[in-house]
């Protein structure tokens, strides 16, 4: 069975970084690019990050590029995603999610708030 | 950047109705070499994470009841639940994975009356 188990969120300051990881279990993990995606609190989702199989390319929106960096550690089966300079708009639940073209699996999500 | 437009935004149906909801892509979602649309509908429940219910426009996911049918090509998208249930009260977003930046329609939620 295919797990995603997102930990690291909580509450920060407008400013400050914070590093989310995402646990996978159940698939080869070497084998799939992976994803992160946010959802605002009452709002619809976001694409925000994907890795390749090795983590050699990477892919982000204008949205969050220079300020968040996906990366992955395939002896461990986990994904990670870095996040600096965080603002406001950054307050979201951010899922882990696996990539076979589409999300075919995600992660419970993990909360960010951003506030002061 | 590839504009995805969900409508409606909500409908509320009786448990056994069917139901339509569509979704617009600003360009072709249809790669040429191998006639694939890069669609994808998913569902969310309240208080869970999304759940893949069916890629390149129309393939079911394993596991996925057959009243949840998906249609279209091109631009025009449709997902149709031939049957509505109570436990299909969710938001369904369209992606598409065309190119990036991955983009998401806003979702549309069903409410079961």
């Known amino acids: 069975e295919v797990q995603l188990v997102e930990s690291g969120g909580g509450l920060v300051q407008p400013g400050r970084s914070l590093k989310l990881s995402c646990a996978a279990s159940?698939?080869?993990?070497?084998?799939?690019?992976m994803a992160w995606v946010r959802q605002a609190p009452k709002k619809g989702l976001e694409w925000v990050a994907t890795i390749s199989t090795s983590g050699s390319r990477t892919y982000y929106p204008d949205s969050v590029k220079g300020r968040f960096t996906i990366s992955r550690d395939n002896a461990k089966s986990s994904l990670y995603l870095q996040m600096n300079s965080l603002k406001s708009e950054d307050t979201a639940t951010y899922y882990c999610?696996?990539?076979?073209?589409?999300?075919?699996?995600w992660g419970q999500g993990v909360m960010v708030t951003v506030s002061s | 950047d590839i504009v995805m437009t969900q409508t409606p935004s909500s409908q509320a149906v009786s448990a056994g109705e069917k139901v339509t909801m569509s979704c617009k892509s600003s360009?072709?979602?249809?790669?040429?070499?191998?006639?694939?649309?890069?669609l994808a509908w998913y569902q969310q429940k309240p208080g869970q994470s999304p759940k893949l219910l069916i890629s390149w426009a129309s393939t079911r996911e394993s596991g996925v009841p057959d009243r949840f049918i998906g249609s279209g090509s091109g631009t025009d998208f449709t997902l149709t639940i031939s049957s509505v249930q109570a436990e299909d009260l969710a938001v369904y977003y369209c992606e598409q994975y065309y190119d990036t930046p991955l983009t998401f329609g806003s979702g549309t939620k069903l409410e079961i009356k």
């Open positions: 360009q072709s979602l249809l790669y040429s070499e191998n006639k694939k649309n890069y």
């Open positions: 999610a696996r990539l076979a073209y589409y999300f075919d699996y």
């Open positions: 159940g698939f080869t993990f070497s084998n799939y690019y």
